[in-house]
T-cell receptor, first 114, second 115 residues
Framework: AQSVSQHNHHVILSEAASLELGCNYS??????LFWYVQYPGQHLQLLLK??????LVKGIKGFEAEFIKSKFSFNLRKPSVQWSDTAEYFC????????????FGRGTSLIVHP | DAEITQSPRHKITETGRQVTLACHQT?????MFWYRQDLGHGLRLIHY???????NKGEVSDGYSVSRSNTEDLPLTLESAASSQTSVYFC??????????????FGQGTRLTVV
């Protein structure tokens, strides 16, 4: 079974700082990769997704992620965070051609100070 | 617009009672999932379904059951609620066909408290 590791459980930044959240997965086959965001008290919303093609994926709100197959990684980045980016961020993996079950990391809590 | 809705949004119940959480999606997705979200554990899969009459256990299925009688609905039942089942429950759906699949779309969540 696949698993997803998010190494940063809590991140605190000041506005305008750069952000990078790590995500590694374990699965031997082809995968689809996702980052979701959960604002306080809300449901999960898709930030960006990777299915194939260009490994650098751009999402909403200025976020991007890079798929590095050799490292089994899909790190999330944003060059300049805003207070409104305060949220929980989840990395997820769906095996392509397999079970189609999304497996999530434990999440990273991001707090951005104004 | 297509959507996925959960009800109720908040529920307080007593230990030992049977509780059913509803999930209804209008995406016409074949896959549906139930997760619970707890601090420090992220989202853990309870049950999932690939289609009508298909249900499968996830990693934390003990004490829960689901049924899929149509494409749109996957109700989650707690047979005898326990305090350990106090959590936020999320329903999700996705679509796949011919080896291609979409991302998962989530409902708004149900906050369940067992007292």
């Amino acid at each position: 079974a696949q698993s997803v590791s998010q190494h940063n459980h809590h991140v605190i930044l000041s506005e305008a700082a750069s952000l990078e959240l790590g995500c590694n997965y374990s699965y031997g086959g082809t995968v689809n990769l996702f980052w979701y965001v959960q604002y306080p008290g809300q449901h999960l919303q898709l930030l960006l997704k990777y299915f194939s093609g260009d490994p650098l994926v751009k999402g909403i709100k200025g976020f991007e992620a890079e798929f590095i197959k050799s490292k089994f990684s899909f790190n999330l980045r944003k060059p300049s965070v805003q207070w409104s980016d305060t949220a929980e961020y989840f990395c997820a993996v769906i095996p392509s051609g397999g079970s189609y079950i999304p497996t999530f990391g434990r999440g990273t809590s991001l707090i951005v100070h104004p | 617009d297509a959507e996925i809705t959960q009800s109720p949004r908040h529920k307080i119940t007593e230990t030992g009672r049977q509780v059913t959480l509803a999930c209804h999606q209008t995406w016409n997705h074949n896959n549906m999932f139930w997760y619970r979200q707890d601090l420090g554990h992220g989202l853990r899969l309870i049950h999932y379904s690939y289609g009508v009459q298909d249900t499968n256990k996830g990693e934390v299925s003990d004490g829960y059951s689901v049924s899929r009688s149509n494409t749109e609905d996957l109700p989650l039942t707690l047979e005898s609620a326990a305090s350990s089942q106090t959590s936020v429950y999320f329903c999700a759906s996705s679509f796949y066909r011919d080896g291609l699949n979409t991302e998962a779309f989530f409902g708004q969540g149900t906050r369940l408290t067992v007292v």
